[in-house]
């Protein structure tokens, strides 16, 4: 079946690997905006003596395909903006969108 799947600022971490992953293998298109870019892994290592702890970064978040998700996020296939003010009838621009790739989808 075909998928879409609608991301942006807010989009961070696990769902960033996922929409990621989708969109490598050709499963899914993205739609909506630029996600926000958190790709890193960290651990807190704790200090001597219980005197605090450390963050410190660990690893980092890759596509299948070897993408970086830190710093960059992720582009989507259809790059659309959420309008501010709602649409006069109420729809969801990217929502609407969505559902007109789905239905034109030839699989």
Known sequence: LPMVVIVNGGSASASEIVAGALQDYGRAELIGTQTFG??????????????????????????????????DGLTPDVIL?????????GEDAQL????LILTESPN
């Open 38 to 71: 958190k790709g890193l892994i960290q651990n807190w290592i704790p200090l001597v003596d219980e005197n605090g702890a450390v963050r410190i970064t660990t690893a980092r978040w890759l596509t299948p395909e070897g993408r970086q998700i830190q710093g």
């Open 81 to 89: 903006e959420l309008p501010i003010d709602n649409t006069p009838n």
């Open 96 to 99: 609407e969108r969505a559902k």
